[in-house]
């Protein structure tokens, strides 16, 4: 492993992200609260996604499922049962072409990555497209296309997600599969996302009626299917190994676990009455804008009596990926309203109203 990627997973370590254990060569993960706040933002997206979706939710998973390879699901009870729900609870969306989305916890694939291994069960956040068998390799190639800008969007760098084929057996008649891998140099890769397209057990069991004609035929199914922990742990590497002489982790704004801070200078030893009150406003007024703050202290905002102690708390938000701080200065904000508003990408800041808030940082992640 590079000595660059070595770095970036002791320092995302030591900020609360993972916990790390010495596995022989290939380091095992473990995510922590920062981790898990990471991972619950990128499943909320996933889930937000094709809302149109019939969405099972988390399903237990048995023996059957554990042993299945991955062309076999379609053979499964699981898979059954899901298809009759289908038909019976959603009569006007069991339609081809349509969608279903589960959750699952299973033992992770060891083998869909070279970097590090997840310690504990992982959760699969599975999607299966029901589509018209004649157009079934063109659905395929678009979303396959679709999928990889969607990693590359939410990437400090695109360049670093491919497309690469899975070799089927020759006895898989029909089946295609490809896996979408974030790559790190020498070091390895991590496969962030699989896509397989797989013909259904022919009868009628499994038969849709077309959406358009009505006539009934087989679809094919193309089903994702992306492991939740160590997608995460990919993405949270990507926005580490970045190159630049900065330690900001370099997270979407959007996916971030926070998207801004509080910090503000007192003039004095002692901070005013004052100064407290209009944190604690300032914090009540973004929480209430459903922003996630992070929440420094267990008041909201964090204090600095000096420009070392500013210093050190936007290095800190730097390093947990905090898109954006508010700056406050006691005499200046108390005075005027004014504050800075500080970019963690630029390191720059630009001076705002309170009365921007929080429509104007609302703007900036809508803007995306």
């Given at each position: 492993?590079?000595?660059?990627?070595?770095?970036?997973?002791?320092?995302?370590?030591?900020?609360?992200?993972?916990?790390?254990?010495?596995?022989?060569?290939?380091?095992?993960?473990?995510?922590?609260?920062?981790?898990?706040?990471?991972?619950?933002?990128?499943?909320?997206?996933?889930?937000?996604?094709?809302?149109?979706?019939?969405?099972?939710?988390?399903?237990?998973?048995?023996?059957?499922?554990?042993?299945q390879s991955r062309f076999s699901f379609t053979h499964s009870k699981q898979f059954r049962e899901q298809f009759q729900q289908l038909r019976q609870s959603y009569p006007s969306r069991a339609k081809c072409p349509t969608v279903l989305k589960h959750?699952?916890?299973?033992?992770?694939?060891?083998?869909?990555?070279?970097?590090?291994?997840?310690?504990?069960?992982?959760?699969?956040?599975?999607?299966?497209?029901?589509?018209?068998?004649?157009?079934?390799?063109?659905?395929?190639?678009?979303?396959?296309?679709?999928?990889?800008?969607?990693?590359?969007?939410?990437?400090?760098?695109?360049?670093?997600?491919?497309?690469?084929?899975?070799?089927?057996?020759?006895?898989?008649?029909?089946?295609?599969?490809?896996?979408?891998?974030?790559?790190?140099?020498?070091a390895g890769e991590v496969t962030v996302e699989q896509l397989s397209l797989v013909p259904l057990p022919a009868g009628n069991d499994f038969e849709l009626p077309d959406a358009r004609t009505t006539k009934m035929q087989l679809p094919m199914v193309?089903?994702?299917?992306?492991?939740?922990?160590?997608?995460?742990?990919?993405?949270?590497?990507?926005?580490?190994?970045?190159?630049?002489?900065?330690?900001?982790?370099?997270?979407?704004?959007?996916?971030?676990?926070?998207?801004?801070?509080?910090?503000?200078?007192?003039?004095?030893?002692?901070?005013?009455?004052?100064?407290?009150?209009?944190?604690?406003?300032?914090?009540?007024?973004?929480?209430?804008?459903?922003?996630?703050?992070?929440?420094?202290?267990?008041?909201?905002?964090?204090?600095?009596?000096?420009?070392?102690?500013?210093?050190?708390?936007?290095?800190?938000?730097?390093?947990?990926?905090?898109?954006?701080?508010?700056?406050?200065?006691?005499?200046?904000?108390?005075?005027?309203?004014?504050?800075?508003?500080?970019?963690?990408?630029?390191?720059?800041?630009?001076?705002?109203?309170?009365?921007?808030?929080?429509?104007?940082?609302?703007?900036?992640?809508?803007?995306?």
């Open positions: 492993m590079s000595t660059r990627l070595s770095r970036c997973l002791k320092a995302m370590q030591t900020v609360g992200f993972w916990r790390s254990t010495e596995n022989g060569k290939t380091p095992s993960l473990e995510l922590l609260h920062h981790g898990t706040v990471y991972a619950n933002q990128l499943q909320h997206h996933w889930l937000s996604m094709r809302q149109l979706a019939v969405n099972f939710g988390h399903i237990e998973h048995t023996t059957e499922m554990i042993d959750q699952k916890s299973m033992p992770s694939n060891s083998k869909s990555n070279t970097i590090f291994q997840h310690q504990s069960n992982v959760t699969q956040l599975i999607t299966d497209f029901f589509v018209d068998p004649h157009r079934g390799l063109e659905h395929f190639y678009n979303l396959q296309r679709e999928s990889k800008i969607w990693w590359m969007r939410y990437s400090s760098n695109p360049s670093r997600y491919a497309i690469v084929p899975y070799d089927c057996h020759a006895d898989l008649e029909h089946c295609q599969a490809i896996d979408i891998k974030a790559g790190f140099g020498e193309i089903r994702s299917v992306i492991e939740l922990e160590p997608a995460t742990c990919a993405l949270l590497l990507d926005g580490c190994d970045h190159g630049r002489e900065s330690r900001s982790l370099l997270l979407n704004r959007v996916l971030a676990p926070y998207q801004c801070g509080i910090v503000a200078m007192q003039k004095a030893e002692k901070s005013s009455t004052e100064l407290h009150d209009l944190c604690a406003h300032m914090v009540d007024v973004l929480q209430s804008a459903r922003l996630r703050l992070h929440v420094i202290d267990d008041q909201g905002y964090s204090l600095a009596k000096n420009k070392e102690e500013m210093t050190h708390h936007l290095e800190q938000s730097d390093c947990l990926g905090v898109p954006y701080m508010l700056l406050l200065d006691e005499r200046q904000s108390l005075t005027n309203g004014l504050m800075q508003l500080r970019s963690r990408d630029t390191q720059l800041a630009e001076m705002i109203h309170i009365s921007d808030l929080p429509d104007y940082l609302l703007n900036i992640f809508r803007s995306f």
